[in-house]
């Protein structure tokens, strides 16, 4: 399974970004998604996830009401919009792929995800 995740950059704050995460190898619908990002120095956290058929989501706290996350399993693809963006938005976003067997309440475990993107970094500038 490889995940390629597109669509960082850099920008100012308060502006707004689409990320990308296309899979190969295998068929996103049976896999719970998320996002996680890592901050220089710091460990790798959740950002948001979404239920295999879509709909139910889970947001950190920190980007509740400013990102949202999507999922098209028609093209194996997952997105995250991330608006208002902030200096402490700057990291390493990650793509991620459980394996088929995460329950929903342990969906924002990182050790729950078993594909990993190769990340793309967002730069928010103040």
């Known amino acids: 399974v490889q995940l390629q995740a597109s669509g960082g950059g850099l920008l100012q704050a308060g502006g707004s970004l689409r990320l990308s995460c296309a899979a190969s190898?295998?068929?996103?619908?049976?896999?719970?998604m998320g996002w996680f990002r890592q901050a220089p120095g710091k460990e790798r956290e959740f950002v948001a996830t979404?239920?295999?058929?879509?709909?139910?989501?889970v947001y950190a706290t920190s980007v509740r009401g400013r990102f949202t996350i999507s999922r098209d399993n028609t093209k194996n693809t997952v997105d995250l919009v991330m608006n208002s963006l902030k200096p402490e938005d700057t990291a390493v976003y990650y793509c991620?792929?459980?394996?088929?067997?995460?329950?929903?309440?342990?969906?924002?475990?990182?050790?729950?995800?078993?594909?990993w993107g190769q990340g793309t970094q967002v730069t928010v500038s103040s």
């Open positions: 991620a792929a459980d394996s088929g067997g995460t329950i929903w309440s342990e969906a924002a475990n990182r050790a729950r995800y078993v594909y």
């Open positions: 190898g295998r068929t996103l619908s049976s896999s719970v």
């Open positions: 979404i239920r295999r058929r879509g709909g139910s989501t």
